[in-house]
């Protein structure tokens, strides 16, 4: 299933800087993301999170209060899509 093909990308490679509850490590807690940005902004952060540091005006604050770019971890857009599911799985969507 699409989820738990997620999770292993995830554990794989962001887990390193990401955490799915609310406890930060080198990046934010991920619990609850899929209810604060849309599924668009997901995507391109994980896809593209370099162009949105400079571009998006959340992306650009949450550098700033991390202090830590995330790095493109080679995940193919395939791939996002699965760790997007994983998140909304773990953030109790059905």
């Known amino acids: 299933d699409v989820a738990t093909k997620g999770k292993s990308v995830f554990e ?12 930060k490590i080198v990046g934010p807690g991920l619990k609850g993301v899929t209810e604060r940005r849309t599924p668009e902004w997901i995507m391109n952060m ?3 999170p370099e162009e ?13 209060e991390h202090l830590t770019q995330m790095t493109f971890q080679n995940v193919t ?9 994983y998140l909304r799985q773990n953030d109790g969507a059905k």
Not at 12 to 23: I, L, P, R
Not at 52 to 62: G, N
Not at 77 to 85: G, K, M, P, S, T
Request: hydrophobic share 30%.
């Open 12 to 23: 794989a490679k962001c887990s390193a800087c990401h955490k799915t509850d609310d406890q």
């Open 46 to 48: 994980i896809t593209n």
């Open 52 to 64: 949105m540091t400079k571009k998006d005006p959340v992306a650009k604050a949450l550098l700033e």
């Open 77 to 85: 857009d395939d791939e996002a899509r699965d760790i997007l599911e």
